[in-house]
């Protein structure tokens, strides 16, 4: 097989893929291949699973099927690598199902993708081992350029067990970057064009990178010269610790926008999870979270259908979303993974009945974004410019509260921050009008 021209990296599931597909694409690139925009024209397709739900990991392998089969105009078939939780869970099944797959990568062994790649010219490569020595000690230098707004992932794993979730077993243990290095590609960010660092983990509020706390790194990243504006996900409730919270009053660059998942809001169900949190102690952190910042917008992620959940405890569930008022929220059917503890639990639902209980979640849900975006009409906020839009000299940003708005403005350009009034809202978008251009 000769060596790939071009690839084509496909990211599925979260954030900390989107990181991570950068940093494949940044090697490849280095590797003298060139990327492009879509799968078809590409020698090399890299699919950068996600195994959180069976639906997502059921997608790899009709993409590597319908790759395989397909040809480039020169009449050679694509290479395929699989990278991502789906490689490090199911290896040796993507072997089995999917014997055309050229590589096999996890995602704490990928930095080896070159390598693997001229392995694979003679006979497929596989690596799902979690190395004690971290990736990121051995990746090259982050690439310095970026856009507006950048993932910067500073923790990995979870040791956290929730009884559903797959991530203790396809992301390991909580490892914290250390917090050298995390600033020191924060500024590098920051020099290539970044307004907005988004730090991402698992549990990115249980960092601790060499004896750096997860509030101190915040302040220290938020001081660095020309960075607007910081963000962080994803968090546990029971990482929330009192000097974190009080970061959201002190630190103006912090955005007022918090993703904290409950996932149920029944007390007896989050100790079948594991949650290591009652509905009443995530209610009490919203509270001292609203104390510091009074006008934090919340977002969550919740399990309808949990083995075990009655309509009483789903009912709960419904009230909790009332209670806390979000600006956003993902809901999602429980679905059983092999190899966690709930898989093995008695009271597995009926899939119509988490359908119907998922709709009616739904629903409120879409209510309450819809009446978060109508409450903030009116006000004027600054939007950071991300996108073109549709309409000519319209552009897309985003709010401090994550909401995408969209504005005429033909004189600005993306990566600008500006002041703009919020003039009508519908469930997903507002539209605004600009006031001025934003000292930088
Ligand atoms: N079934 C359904 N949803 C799940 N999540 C994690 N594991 C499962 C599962 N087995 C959801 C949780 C988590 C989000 C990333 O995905 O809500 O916060
Ligand atoms: Fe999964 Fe729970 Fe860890 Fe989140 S905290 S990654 S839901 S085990």
Redesign the pocket.
Same mark, same amino acid.
């Given at each position: 097989m000769t060596k790939p021209q071009t690839y084509f990296v496909k990211t599925f599931g #979260?954030q900390m893929n989107v990181y991570d597909s950068e940093r494949m694409s940044e090697l490849l690139t280095a590797e003298g291949m060139r990327a492009v925009d879509n799968s078809d024209d590409a020698d090399l397709v890299v699919l950068n699973t996600c195994h +959180?739900?069976e639906k997502a990991a059921e997608k790899v392998y009709s993409d590597i099927g319908r790759l395989k089969a397909s040809k480039r105009p020169s009449g050679v078939k694509p290479m395929v690598a699989v990278a991502g939780c789906v490689a490090q869970a199911e290896g040796e099944e993507i072997v089995r199902r999917a014997p055309a797959v050229d590589v096999v990568v996890g995602p704490q062994a990928y930095h080896r993708l070159p390598e693997m790649l001229a392995q694979a010219a003679e006979a497929r490569a596989v690596d799902t081992d979690m190395p004690l020595e971290s990736k990121f000690a051995v990746l090259p230098r982050r690439a310095k350029q970026s856009g507006p707004s950048a993932f910067l992932t500073v923790q990995e794993g979870c040791d956290k067990f #929730?009884t %559903? #979730? =797959? =991530?203790p077993y396809t992301r390991g243990a909580e490892v914290s970057r250390p917090a050298e290095d995390v600033i020191a590609e924060a500024r590098m960010l920051v020099e290539g064009g970044a307004r907005e660092l988004t730090l991402l983990g698992q549990n990115v509020n249980a960092f601790n990178g060499s004896g750096v706390g997860f509030a101190q790194l915040i302040r220290e990243i938020a001081a660095i010269e020309g960075l607007a504006r910081l963000r962080y996900t *994803?968090s546990h409730p029971r990482d929330m610790d009192d000097d974190l919270i009080a970061v959201h009053a002190e630190v103006p660059e912090l955005m007022p926008y918090l993703h904290l998942?409950v996932?149920s809001g029944s007390s007896r169900i989050l100790k079948r999870m594991n949650r290591a949190h009652t509905a009443e102690s995530y209610l009490a952190t919203i509270e001292k979270l609203r104390a510091a910042r009074p006008d934090i917008a919340l977002s969550g992620? %919740? +399990?309808v259908g949990f083995p075990g959940e009655t309509e009483a405890d789903f009912e709960d569930t419904l009230s909790i979303v009332r209670a806390v008022g979000y600006a956003q929220a993902?809901?999602?059917?429980? @679905? @059983?993974?092999p190899g *966690?503890p709930?898989a093995g639990m008695d009271g597995h639902l009926d899939e119509e009945v988490k359908s119907e209980r998922l709709a009616r979640l739904q629903a409120l849900i879409v209510e309450q974004a819809f009446a978060f975006n109508r409450a903030t009409v009116g006000r004027r906020v600054e939007v950071l410019m991300e996108r073109q839009g549709k309409k000519p000299g319209q552009l897309i940003g985003k709010s401090p509260y994550l909401q995408s708005v969209h504005v005429m403005a033909p004189g600005l350009a993306i990566g600008d921050l500006v002041e703009v009034e919020l003039l009508s809202a519908g469930p997903n978008s507002l539209e605004g009008a600009l006031i001025q251009k934003a000292a930088a």
């Open positions: #979260c +959180i739900r #929730c %559903f #979730c =797959v =991530v *994803t998942p996932q992620d %919740f +399990i993902y809901s999602f059917k429980y @679905s @059983s993974r *966690t709930a």
